[in-house]
């Protein structure tokens, strides 16, 4: 397959990058510098060349959309539904990558693909937006919404937690949040999986929910990685537990994120694991840059 990944420079562009690479598919995965989605001129080019183009690239500060609100749906929601477009004119499939952020977090069941969306926050808003402009310029289009997404790179929640541990002796984390940490690498797998055989097989599409499989708080999540991150770190942080409300941030954030996966698995059965297990994956991977770093020091 030819395969176009756009925001190749981050965190989820990189882990298809280097799964697309070993699988041998044919690859573009240009990083914001080299092909800005909101520039339609460049994006329609690119999208001519591919067979699967698997969007990767967004505008993800939470935050800071609720004051760049014009930023923000230029790149979550106008840019994806031109992608879609240009897909549609050259015969491509668009894999658009989409959130637990567009449901409001209120239910005590996980979120299944047809339960109302309400989104508490500019971004999910964006992102809720952008589903609605891929389906309507393509029917035969793939939508993933997936949930707290990390990696050992860029700006996430397990790089913050490594960067504040190693400078605190506590640290307080939201308890009162309920969600599933997603590797990028799992995520990327996923992807990688799905566009390939749904271009392959014609279908079948639409929108379908990914993460890992379990559920945990972000303090769970935080006591995880200093768990696994005991060689990283001078001494392991104790994590307080504190609610949403202990923690004002700009945007809300649903208090409960969880998403059913039964559609993805019976329709395309992807690779999934456990939260647990692909966080000791990307932690053993770190550990594993530590260790080549201090022989290179030690030479």
Not at 16 to 42: S, W, Y
Not at 87 to 102: A, F, I, M
Not at 206 to 230: K, N
Request: with cysteine.
């Amino acid at each position: 397959m030819k395969l176009l990944v756009t925001g190749g420079g981050g965190q989820l562009g990189l882990a298809v990058k280097r799964l697309a690479v070993a699988a041998g598919h044919q690859l573009r995965a240009p990083t914001r510098a080299e092909l800005d989605i909101t520039d339609d001129t460049a994006l329609r080019a690119a999208c001519a060349w591919a067979d699967v183009v698997i969007n990767a690239a967004a505008y993800t500060d939470v935050n800071r959309a609720e004051t760049e609100r014009e930023a923000a749906f230029a790149a979550n929601a106008t840019a994806p539904g031109r992608l879609a477009e240009h897909c549609r004119t050259g015969g491509s499939l668009p894999v658009h990558v989409s959130t637990d952020y567009v449901f409001d977090g209120r239910s005590e069941n996980p979120w299944r693909e047809t339960d109302a969306t309400g989104p508490l926050n500019i971004y999910g808003e964006s992102k809720r937006a952008g589903e609605d402009a891929v389906r309507a310029a393509l029917e035969h289009h793939l939508i993933v919404r997936t949930s707290w997404v990390y990696s050992e790179t860029g700006r996430n929640f397990l790089t913050t937690m490594l960067r504040l541990g190693a400078e605190r002796d506590e640290l307080g984390v939201v308890a009162d949040q309920i969600g599933t940490p997603t590797s990028a690498e799992d995520l990327a797998a996923a992807l990688l999986h799905l566009g390939v055989r749904a271009r392959r097989d014609e279908g079948p599409f639409g929108t379908y929910h990914y993460s890992a499989e379990g559920t945990a708080s972000w303090a769970d999540f935080a006591e995880a990685i200093f768990e696994e991150a005991a060689e990283l770190l001078p001494a392991r942080p104790q994590v307080k537990r504190i609610d949403s409300s202990d923690f004002p941030t700009p945007a809300r954030r649903p208090a409960y994120s969880v998403l059913d996966c039964s559609r993805i698995v019976a329709d395309f059965d992807p690779p999934r694991r456990s939260w647990q297990e692909g966080l000791q994956a990307v932690m053993d991977r770190l550990k594993a840059q530590e260790r080549e770093q201090k022989k290179v020091e030690s030479r």
